[in-house]
């Protein structure tokens, strides 16, 4: 256990502080969240690198239940606007988490004879897209609106022109592009960090 405990320490901490930064903007289509939380990718990719996808689950896990606590929690504190986490966001949360870093998991598996760098990028890129199209439209697609009747999420049903420059769609599709851009942006700069942390974890474990 104490092996796998930074790893479960670092999920956990990029969950909590994500679902506190997804609540403030950066610029007009991102929130702080969406820089912090692609990280647990890298965490996850670590943790199956050198210790295997049974450890990754569990470390993924801890980071699931880290995040429903806090999800639980949100739904609880009432801000300006109504509860800090509505649960058609708790839901979004939980099961895009869950779902994208166990296919995380399988890619990277599936792949981990190859290059060092295939694995863990194209198991990132394919986890980052499908956590992507599963929290944006569960949370704010008007057509799981019978999720949560009393939240009124009309303001991201608004059209507007894809991230201002692009064809007409509604306003969660913009946040939604705008956020899979920098999960597929820092899929690649993790690359670095990967390489170094596995190498240095490795050469203990020898």
Do not use: H
Not at 5 to 29: E, R, T, Y
Not at 121 to 134: E, M
Not at 158 to 167: D, F, I, R, S
């Amino acid at each position: 256990m104490t092996r796998i405990l930074p790893g479960i320490l670092a999920m956990a901490a990029i969950v909590v502080a994500s679902n506190i930064l997804v609540q403030f903007l950066f610029g007009q289509w991102l929130t702080w969240g969406a820089f912090t939380y692609p990280l647990a990718f890298l965490v996850t990719d670590v943790m199956n690198r050198v210790y295997g996808t049974a450890v990754a689950r569990k470390v993924v896990f801890a980071g699931f239940l880290t995040g429903v606590a806090c999800s639980l929690i949100g739904t609880q504190i009432q801000g300006d606007f109504g509860p800090l986490v509505t649960w058609r966001i708790a839901i979004g949360s939980g099961l895009a988490f869950l779902t994208a870093q166990l296919l995380d998991i399988a890619v990277f598996d599936r792949l981990r004879e190859g290059p060092w760098w295939r694995a863990p990028l194209a198991s990132t890129l394919i986890g980052s897209s499908v956590d992507t199209a599963l929290f944006f439209t569960i949370a704010f697609s008007a057509s799981l609106s019978f999720l949560e009747p009393g939240n009124d999420v009309s303001w991201a049903g608004e059209t507007l022109p894809l991230l201002g420059v692009g064809p007409v769609v509604p306003l969660w599709v913009s946040l939604a592009v705008a956020d899979w851009g920098v999960k597929l942006a820092l899929a690649l700069i993790a690359l670095v960090p990967f390489r170094l942390i596995v190498g240095r974890m490795t050469r203990r474990l020898a």
